[in-house]
Nanobody
Framework: QVQLVESGGGLVQPGGSLRLSCAAS????????MGWYRQAPGKERELVAA???????NYADSVKGRFTISRDNAKNTVYLQMNSLKPEDTAVYYC?????????????WGQGTQVTVSS
């Protein structure tokens, strides 16, 4: 079993910054892609950013230039640095990991962390 534990959400004013962290634990061979998704009330879950084990990244157009995804493979942890936050960034943010369980690939999700951008 693999667990993803997120931290770092909260309330921030427009223009502010937050850093999310997500640590994977359990028994597995490797983690391929790790990413962050978000879901605002009444909207579908959407990809925010993703990063491969080799460091290649992908961002939603709405966050390019403001958010930075990174990972520490030794710690099985992915980070999301969010700068210049806007009210429309308000959502529950979910960590996702594409895990190689010794030859079988599974997707795992964190429990979600609330990010609220408001004055």
């Amino acid at each position: 079993q693999v667990q993803l534990v997120e931290s770092g959400g909260g309330l921030v004013q427009p223009g502010g910054s937050l850093r999310l962290s997500c640590a994977a634990s359990g028994s597995f061979f490797s983690i391929n892609v790790m990413g962050w998704y978000r879901q605002a009330p009444g909207k579908e879950r959407e990809l925010v950013a993703a990063i491969t084990s080799g460091g290649s990244t992908n961002y939603a157009d709405s966050v390019k230039g403001r958010f930075t995804i990174s990972r520490d493979n030794a710690k099985n942890t992915v980070y999301l640095q969010m700068n210049s936050l806007k009210p429309e960034d308000t959502a529950v943010y979910y960590c996702n990991a594409n895990v190689n369980l010794f030859g079988v690939i599974y997707d795992y999700w964190g429990q979600g962390t609330q990010v609220t951008v408001s004055s």
